[in-house]
């Protein structure tokens, strides 16, 4: 294995520009996918963007910005509790750039694009992907419990439908106690230097609350472009955007979720506005959405690169590779050592 690592990084030292030009090239490709997309919908986009209130983008711009910020804010502060160590600017770039990788098929990429940036900081991956799932279980309970809040005030729904979301609430809750996170970093061998407290747990939920709140108001101003929705509804629209949020985390390990998300909140908008509407509206969402990330994504990684140049990280991910696999053969030889 030593020597295939070797390799491996004297391939990537004597051949840095190529994968730089290479990455630059991905963003090339997501960009030319994202107009391929708006191409393909325009027959749908253009009779609706004909007669559009464009100042209403305004606000739209606005509270993505504060969606973002909270976003990054809320990543900062929960990999600060495991790694205290990094500032919070590099947690902010590492989280834009990798932020990209979720347009991907598969989890790994958004994952594991942390784990190699972090681990040439000198982290170790187990604290990324604990961090990581601390941020998915936090979304998926301040998504569920938004959802229940908000959604019976637009849909005259039976409450046996809030059971699956107070289940997750509750199951989330569960996990997420102080002594349950320390204990789990404990059974993998890396406990944190500062105990989590029950305010940071709070903390972190209020962030992604108030995260999932702005996007629902981006959403209401993206309705309000095409048609002039009263503020009536705002509170089914922020239920209506937790819930495609929880519906999206379903189905996390999926390819791009399997367009969970849009559908859910394409479902959900129809019940107030035409479905022809809903439809646009929830395209319109991901396309501006994925263009500003793709965006900000590429500003970060000219930034992030120059603190932590292309060829190191993939240093940092040949080594990642090789510690994992010193822990599988070092778990294969107590296995052994057991059965003798």
Do not use: C
């Not at 294995?1 to 990084?9: A, L, Q, R």
């Not at 590099?90 to 942390?114: D, E, N």
């Not at 002594?179 to 061998?189: D, Q, S, Y």
């Not at 979720?257 to 035409?274: K, Y």
């Amino acid at each position: 294995m030593t020597s295939i690592t070797e390799k491996v990084k004297a391939f990537y030292a004597s051949h840095g520009k190529i994968v730089k030009i290479l990455i630059y090239l991905l963003w090339a490709v997501l960009f030319a996918f994202l107009a391929y997309t708006v191409w393909e919908s325009r027959d749908q986009l253009l009779p609706y963007l004909a007669k559009a209130d464009y100042s209403q983008f305004i606000f739209v711009m606005l509270f993505y910005l504060v969606a973002l910020f909270l976003a990054v804010l809320n990543w900062a502060v929960i990999m600060h509790a495991f790694e205290s160590s990094i500032s919070f600017w590099m947690h902010a770039k590492i989280y834009l750039v990798s932020m990209v990788s979720r347009r991907l098929p598969g989890t790994i990429w958004y994952i594991g694009g942390r784990m190699i940036f972090y681990k040439k900081l000198g982290v170790p991956s187990v604290k990324t992907a604990s961090a990581s799932g601390i941020e998915f279980i936090i979304s998926f309970v301040a998504d569920a419990l938004l959802a229940a809040i908000f959604i019976p005030l637009g849909l005259n729904l039976s409450k046996i439908w809030l059971v699956p979301l107070a289940l997750v609430v509750v199951v989330g809750l569960l996990v997420l106690r102080p002594k349950t996170v320390e204990k789990i970093m404990v059974r993998l061998n890396h406990p944190l230097a500062q105990p989590v407290s029950a305010g940071q747990v709070i903390g972190w939920l209020l962030l992604r609350m108030a995260l999932v709140l702005a996007g629902g108001v981006m959403i209401f101003f993206t309705i309000r472009i095409f048609t002039p929705l009263g503020f009536d509804v705002l509170l089914f629209v922020l239920g209506a955007r937790a819930l495609s949020g929880a519906a999206g985390m379903l189905t996390f390990l999926l390819p791009s979720s399997m367009g969970a998300s849009d559908l859910t909140l394409l479902a959900m908008l129809s019940t107030i506005i035409p479905t022809s509407l809903a439809t646009v509206i929830a395209l319109l969402v991901r396309i501006y959405t994925t263009l500003f990330e793709l965006i900000f994504g590429l500003i970060f990684f000219i930034l992030l690169n120059k603190s932590l140049p292309v060829e190191n990280l993939i240093d940092a991910r040949t080594e990642t590779l090789e510690e994992k696999t010193t822990e599988q053969d070092s778990e294969e030889l107590r296995q052994d050592n057991f059965d003798i």
